[in-house]
């Protein structure tokens, strides 16, 4: 599952921090280029995470075995394809939130079936590296997370993207949730109360203008991936 988890957070690197902001303009120019740019930032982040299992033997849907790096070129075709296809947004009642889950859930399943299972031979655990699951789950309670929220609010209330000082300011205070629930011992639990207070406060004061869905689905989806993260960390 090493290169699994590598190119699942090569995947979300790829869609939720860096195309987002470096593809759009490319994008609104030419559609062509948004699709270069956007399959190439995956592929050469893919070929790099994954640089040591290029040529080894990968089961490409269960069907054939074909070298890593191709295996992650075909991927990468069938990211940038689903990318277009899975558009449901404005189509039907809560089109942006399906569109967010079955695109992300189909590029999943087509790289779980595509890549090797060796680690849990040689390691028996099935989350292998440290650092590659807590960044991981840092993109995921920051950048992921956001996007899932805002895909809601859009099929709810019409939501216009967040500007940048929103959007960086919610991600900071769900990273900070993030990273309390990795304090060693029980710490993590009173420093937890202190900055849920604070951000409630600040809520209340309109410094945090968010809705109460966000506000709450974004802490909870913070806490709770944290908590999973704490569990690779110390108890396996």
């Keep these: 599952m090493i290169v699994f988890w590598r190119l699942f957070l090569a995947y979300f690197l790829t869609d939720f921090v860096l195309f987002n902001h470096a593809g759009e303009k490319a994008f609104v120019r030419s559609r062509a280029a948004g ?20 040529t080894m033997s990968w089961p490409f849907l269960e069907l054939v075995h074909l070298p890593g790096w191709v295996c992650i070129s075909l991927f990468t075709v069938f990211h940038v394809f ?3 296809f899975f558009q449901f947004g404005g189509k039907f009642r809560h089109g942006y939130a399906v569109t967010f889950l079955v695109k992300n859930l189909v590029n999943l399943l087509f790289l779980f079936l595509c890549v090797p299972f060796r680690v849990l031979y040689e390691t ?7 650092w590659v699951i807590f960044l991981v789950g840092l993109v995921l ?17 019409g939501r216009e993207y967040p500007t940048f000082d ?3 300011l919610l991600m900071m205070v769900r990273a900070i949730f993030f990273l309390i629930m990795l304090l060693p011992g029980w710490r993590w639990a009173a420093v937890l109360l202190v900055w849920f207070a604070a951000c ?14 966000a506000f709450y689905v974004g802490i909870i989806g913070a806490v709770l991936i944290g908590f999973l993260v704490r569990i690779r960390f110390y108890w396996m």
């Design 82 to 84: 689903s990318d277009e």
């Design 124 to 130: 028996g655990n099935f989350f292998a590296e440290p």
């Design 35 to 54: 699709f270069l740019l956007h399959g190439g930032v995956f592929l050469l982040l893919g070929l790099g995470l994954c640089y040591g299992y290029l």
């Design 141 to 157: 309670s920051t950048r992921v997370l956001g996007w899932f929220i805002f895909a809601v609010e859009q099929d709810r209330y």
């Design 166 to 168: 929103a959007r960086w």
């Design 200 to 213: 409630a406060y600040a809520r209340r004061n309109r410094l945090l203008d968010v809705s109460s869905m």
